[in-house]
C-alpha cells in the first residue's frame, strides 16, 4: 500500500540532493552559503532528535557536541593531521565525552535533564575559553587557511545523508523500538526488559556523532571559530526549535522545519528589516500555540505524511501474503 | 514441599515513610492455578504486585520463584526470569502501535530472545488470542479501555511469562467484557501460566480462582479456597464492618 508513496518520498529526496549537488555550478553563490548553514542546522536537528524525539529527552546542550568537535577538528588540523583524521578525532572525543556524561545526566528526567544538558553548554564554554594554550581562549581559533566551500558544501551535504539514513535505520530497528518505549513510559519499559540505562548512553553517544562531524565541517568551512559562535544560544536552541516545530520523533520532521524555519527567517530579514527577530519570536509562538506536535502532525501534512510511508507507525507487513493477516 | 511451589512469599513487609503497607505477607503459588487477592482499596495489594515484579524493594522478607530469590534483582530481571504483570491503571506505550507493545515484550522480556523474522509472526498470534488482531497497527492511545487491558495482557504474554501478574484487568468493564476477558484468562491458565489475579469483583474471583488471599490494611486475614474465605467473620467484617458497630452507630 505504501510502495508508491515510499518510492515518490525517496525519488523527491534524491532529487533534491542531486539539485543541491548542482547548486554550486547553477551559480548561486550565495546560495551555497546559505544552504551550507542550512545542512548544517539540518544535520544538528536531526541528531538532536535522536535523544530529544525518540527517547523524549530534551538535551538542550546538544550542540556541546557540534562545538567539541569543531574545537577538536581545528586543534587536530593546526596540527598537520589531514582533513578526515580531524574528523575521526572530534568524532572520536565527543562520542566518548557523551559515554561519561550519559551516566549522570541521565539520572535526571523532564526539566531537570534539560536545565542539566543546558549548564553543559556553559561547562564547555568556560573550558575553552581558559584552556588558552590549546584552544586560543576568548580569541578563538583559526584553522590552516584554504577556500573550502565546495568541498565543505559537499561534505555536508554527504555527512547529512547519512544521518537521515542512520536516523532511519535507527527508527525501524528493535533499539529504536526500545527508545520509543522508554520515551512513553520508562519504568514500564524497564519492567518489560528493556536495559534503559544502555540504551540511553547509546542514544546519546549515537546523536553526538553526526553533530561533532559538522562541527568540524563547519569549522573547517569558516577557517575560524570562537567560544560564542560555537557555544552560543542560537547554534544551541536554533536545531532544537527547527526539531519540535517540524515535529520531533519522526525524520521527516526536523527535514520540514529546518526548512521552514529557514525559509521564515529569510523572509523576514528581507521583508521586516527592523523588527525581523521580533517576528521571528512571534512565528516561532503561534506555531508552538497551534501546532503542538508540529508542522508535519498537523490536520493538512498528517496525511501527506503517512501517504509518503513517513509516519510513526510501522508498517509490518510489506511483504507479508494476506492470509497472514486476515 | 517448600520446593514445589512456583512462587512464594515469606514474611513480606513493606514501609513507606510511617505507613505500613504489608505486614508479615506470607503465601504459596502453586504451579498452573489462578489464585486471587482480594481486599479493600488500600489494603496493599498492589504494592504486593510491585514487590513481585521487583518495581520495589520489601522492606523485610523475600519472594521466590522456583526457590530462587527474586527480590531487590530488579523488575528487568524478574520479568525475564518469567514473571510479567499488567497495570492497574492502563500503562500501554501509548504512541506504539498494538503491535509493538506486544514487540517490546517478545524483543526484550524473555530470557532467550526469539529470532526477528517470528517475531511478527508471534506478536500477531498473541494478539489474536486476546482479540486485538484486527486492531494491530493502530496506535494503543486510540483503542478502548477494554481494549488497552487486553493490550496489556498480550504484552505481558509475549515475555513467556510462568507467572502473569494481574492486576484488576476485569474491574471497569461491561458485563460482556467480563464475560469474554474471563474467557481469555481461562485460555491462559490452559495454557499452562500460573495467574495471581488482583480482582474486586466476586464473581470472578469465585469462577475462576481456586485460592484466595485476602489483605486488609496490609494485613493477610484469609487464605484458602474462595468459597470458605468469602464465609470468614475477619473478611465480612473488612468488607462491611461489624454488626455491633452498626447497631451502635444507629442508636447514637
Known amino acids: ?326 | 514441599m517448600a520446593m514445589n511451589s512456583l512462587l512464594e512469599c515469606r514474611e513480606i513487609s513493606k514501609i513507606f515513610g510511617g505507613i505500613e503497607a504489608l505486614t508479615d505477607v506470607n503465601f504459596k503459588v502453586e504451579s498452573n492455578s489462578i489464585t486471587g487477592v482480594i481486599g479493600p482499596n488500600g489494603a496493599g495489594k498492589t504494592t504486593l504486585f510491585n514487590i513481585i515484579s521487583g518495581a520495589l524493594h520489601p522492606t523485610d522478607g523475600a519472594v521466590f520463584f522456583r526457590g530462587k530469590k527474586i527480590s531487590k534483582i530488579g523488575p528487568s530481571r524478574v520479568c525475564r526470569l518469567g514473571v510479567a504483570r499488567t497495570y492497574q491503571l492502563v500503562r500501554p506505550f501509548s504512541s506504539l502501535s498494538a503491535i509493538e507493545n506486544v514487540l517490546i515484550g517478545l524483543g526484550f522480556g524473555r530470557a532467550a530472545p526469539m529470532a526477528k523474522k517470528d517475531r511478527v509472526d508471534e506478536a500477531v498470534r498473541i494478539l489474536r488470542m486476546v482479540g486485538l488482531e484486527e486492531k494491530m497497527n493502530h496506535v494503543a492511545e486510540s483503542l478502548t479501555l477494554v481494549e488497552k487491558k487486553h493490550l496489556e495482557i498480550a504484552r505481558a504474554l509475549a515475555t513467556a511469562p510462568e507467572v502473569l501478574l494481574l492486576d484488576e484487568v476485569v474491574s471497569g468493564l461491561n458485563p460482556t467484557e467480563v464475560t469474554r476477558t474471563m474467557g481469555t484468562i481461562q485460555q491462559i491458565r490452559e495454557s499452562g501460566i500460573t495467574i495471581i489475579m488482583i480482582e474486586h469483583i466476586l464473581k470472578v474471583v469465585m469462577t475462576l480462582c481456586e485460592r484466595v488471599m485476602v489483605l486488609n490494611y496490609g494485613v493477610q486475614i484469609a487464605e484458602g479456597p474462595p468459597k470458605e474465605v468469602v464465609a470468614d467473620e475477619a473478611v465480612i467484617e473488612a468488607y462491611i464492618g461489624r454488626f455491633e458497630d452498626a447497631q451502635e452507630g444507629f442508636h447514637a
Open chain 1, 1 to 326: 500500500m505504501n510502495h508508491g508513496g515510499k518510492k515518490i518520498f525517496y525519488s523527491i529526496v534524491l532529487l533534491l540532493w542531486a539539485f543541491l549537488a548542482a547548486l554550486p555550478f547553477l551559480g548561486f553563490s550565495y546560495g551555497v552559503v546559505w544552504v551550507f548553514l542550512l545542512v548544517v542546522y539540518f544535520t544538528l536537528a536531526l541528531s538532536y532528535d535522536i535523544v530529544g524525539g525518540y527517547l523524549g529527552y530534551m538535551n538542550l546542550g546538544h550542540s556541546t557536541f557540534f562545538g567539541l568537535g569543531a574545537y577538536t577538528t581545528a586543534i587536530l588540523l593546526n596540527q598537520g593531521f589531514n582533513l578526515f583524521s580531524a574528523l575521526l578525532g572530534a568524532l572520536l572525543l565527543a562520542a566518548a565525552f557523551a559515554t561519561v556524561i550519559s551516566y549522570p545526566l541521565f539520572r535526571l528526567r523532564g526539566a531537570y535533564f534539560a536545565l542539566a544538558t543546558f549548564g553543559l553548554i556553559s561547562l564547555i564554554e568556560v573550558l575553552t575559553t581558559n584552556l588558552r594554550d590549546l584552544t586560543g581562549g576568548s580569541g578563538g581559533i583559526s584553522t590552516p587557511p584554504g577556500d573550502h566551500t565546495l568541498a565543505s558544501y559537499y561534505l555536508v551535504l554527504a555527512v547529512a545523508g547519512v544521518t537521515m539514513v542512520l536516523s532511519r535505520v535507527v527508527a525501524r530497528s528493535k533499539f529504536g523500538l526500545a527508545l520509543f518505549s522508554i520515551r512513553e513510559d520508562e519504568e514500564v519499559a524497564k519492567a518489560f526488559g528493556v536495559p534503559t540505562t544502555l540504551y540511553k548512553g547509546l542514544a546519546l553517544i549515537i546523536s553526538s556523532v553526526p553533530a561533532s562531524v559538522v562541527g568540524g565541517i563547519y569549522v573547517w568551512n569558516m577557517t575560524y571559530i570562537s567560544p560564542e559562535s560555537v557555544f552560543g544560544l542560537e547554534i544551541a536552541l536554533s536545531p532544537i526549535i527547527m526539531a519540535m516545530l517540524g515535529g520531533t520523533g519522526i525524520m521527516i520532521g526536523p527535514l520540514v522545519g529546518a526548512v521552514f524555519i529557514t525559509l521564515v527567517q529569510e523572509f523576514l530579514w528581507t521583508e521586516v528589516p527592523y523588527f525581523h527577530l521580533a517576528m521571528y519570536g512571534t512565528v516561532l509562538v503561534l506555531l508552538g500555540l497551534f501546532m503542538p506536535g508540529g508542522l508535519v502532525r498537523t490536520r493538512w501534512l498528517k496525511p501527506v505524511v503517512q501517504w509518503l510511508g513517513l509516519g510513526e507507525a510501522v508498517d509490518y507487513f510489506e511483504n507479508a501474503d494476506a492470509e497472514r493477516i486476515s
